[in-house]
């Protein structure tokens, strides 16, 4: 049977130093601060803002949103945008993506400020992740995969660990995280000409692909550390993840649930980035 990595477990043991160091920045005058930038009230967003909110403010951040309505312009969107990005009083800024199709968040990525940018998603800070600069910030949810698997005392050092996604917020960010840590990395797609195969190889299997429970036990070797990024909702309205979890756990080591598993670690280190930038 396999140990399942409860995300809860992770955001625990950070809770603590988290807390050590809100206090210590409060003792200074700093009150951390997230600011939220959401267009529109979808359903995905107001939910993730939400567990954000409830987890941050727990640690003493301070979350605030910023809402717009769904038809705004693209002018006023960055005009918003510039206003957060200037302020002294917020630490970091996330924007809600994907935007309405009108909208356009390539020049919010150029011009969001590199510590701000606690997601991750500015090229400076790709670029430095990239290059193994300590000033990087890399996007939370794959940031999230190294501190479960840490958390849990798993070995990456020289595993062979295969990704099955390879967007700019998860799967390829991802795959540089796992680089420093010296695992040997493969990334799948949907051109991937043989994914069972190749899934099979795996001692870290992640799945970032958005399918919902595309993971079958015929892709998992025995012993496999199972980490599933994947949210998707399933045929009866039921949140799952891209592991077929039934079918996957028996073959195992250890194994990340969804819903309960990455998901809670990714609001942890969203905090942790907050009160980074707050302290530099
Ligand atoms: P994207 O849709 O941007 O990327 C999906 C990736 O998976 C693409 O690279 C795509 O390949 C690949 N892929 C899709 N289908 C298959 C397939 N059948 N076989 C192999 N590869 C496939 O999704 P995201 O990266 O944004 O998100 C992935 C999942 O993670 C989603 O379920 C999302 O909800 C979830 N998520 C979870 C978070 C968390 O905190 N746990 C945070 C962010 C996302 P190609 O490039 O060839 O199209």
């Known amino acids: 049977m396999a140990v399942v990595m409860k995300g809860m477990e992770v955001a625990k043991s950070m809770k603590n130093e988290l807390i050590f160091r809100v206090e210590k920045l409060k003792e200074s005058g700093i009150i951390p601060s997230l600011a939220i930038l959401r267009v529109g009230e979808k359903e995905e967003d107001l939910s993730y803002e939400r567990g954000a909110k409830k987890r941050l403010e727990g640690l003493g951040v301070v979350c605030e949103t910023a809402v717009l309505p769904e038809d705004v312009t693209q002018e006023d969107f960055e005009k918003k945008f510039d206003e957060l990005n200037v302020s002294n009083k917020v630490h970091g800024i996330l924007v809600f993506q994907p935007l309405p199709k009108h909208l356009n968040i390539e020049p919010v990525k150029e011009r969001i400020h590199p510590r701000k940018d606690v997601d991750g998603m500015s090229p ?25 698997l840490k958390h849990f005392e798993i070995p990456i050092e020289g595993k062979e660990v295969v990704i099955v996604g390879r967007s700019s917020v998860v799967g390829k960010p991802l795959s540089i995280l796992f680089l420093q840590e010296n695992a040997t990395v493969t990334i799948c797609h949907t051109r991937t000409k043989n994914l069972e195969d190749t899934c099979k190889g795996a001692e870290i299997l992640v799945a970032a692909a958005g399918v919902p429970k595309m993971i079958k036990a015929s892709m998992v070797s025995e012993g496999c550390v199972v980490v599933d990024v994947g949210i998707n909702v399933d045929e009866e309205g039921k949140l799952c993840g891209d592991v077929d979890y039934e079918q996957v756990e028996p073959l195992a080591s250890y194994i990340s649930p969804t819903p309960g598993g990455t998901g809670s670690v990714t609001s942890s280190v969203l905090a942790k980035h907050v009160i980074e930038s707050a302290e530099s």
Do not use: S, W
């Not at 400076?124 to 479960?148: L, Q, W, Y």
């Open 124 to 148: 400076v800070n790709m670029g430095r992740v990239f290059a193994n600069d300590k000033k990087g910030v890399a996007p939370c949810t794959p940031a999230g995969v190294i501190e479960m």
